[in-house]
Nanobody, 124 residues
Framework: QVQLVESGGGLVQAGDSLRLSCAASGRTLSNYKIGWFRQAQGKVREFVASISWTGGAIYYADSVKGRFTISTDNAKNTVYLQMNSLKPEDTAVYYC?????????????????WGQGTQVTVSS
């Protein structure tokens, strides 16, 4: 089992920054990939970014490329999502999830464990 807890969400203005954290615990994650997804109200949960637990294999959705940065701190068992130049369309509940090594990193079905989510609201 893997437990994931997100934090760092909040209400910000367009152009501001936020850093989300995903604290992981449970089984060894060395072969896992960690992904960030988001779900806006009334919309499908969508892929945002992913990273291998060792820090490589980084991928971003086109909508956040150049603005968001995903990173890991293995000593703290934490994955971060630094979000800069936030836009109102970034408003959503953000979830982190753990993938045991499946290749389709943007597919929700590749992830076995999910956190409870953290709300990010960007006002215009």
């Amino acid at each position: 089992q893997v437990q994931l807890v997100e934090s760092g969400g909040g209400l910000v203005q367009a152009g501001d920054s936020l850093r989300l954290s995903c604290a992981a615990s449970g089984r060894t994650l060395s072969n896992y990939k960690i992904g960030w997804f988001r779900q806006a109200q009334g919309k499908v949960r969508e892929f945002v970014a992913s990273i291998s637990w060792t820090g490589g294999a980084i991928y971003y959705a086109d909508s956040v490329k150049g603005r968001f940065t995903i990173s890991t701190d293995n000593a703290k068992n934490t994955v971060y999502l630094q979000m800069n130049s936030l836009k109102p369309e970034d408003t959503a509940v953000y979830y982190c999830a753990a993938n045991p090594g499946r290749l389709q990193i943007s597919f929700r079905s590749s992830y076995d464990y999910w956190g409870q989510g953290t709300q990010v609201t960007v006002s215009s």
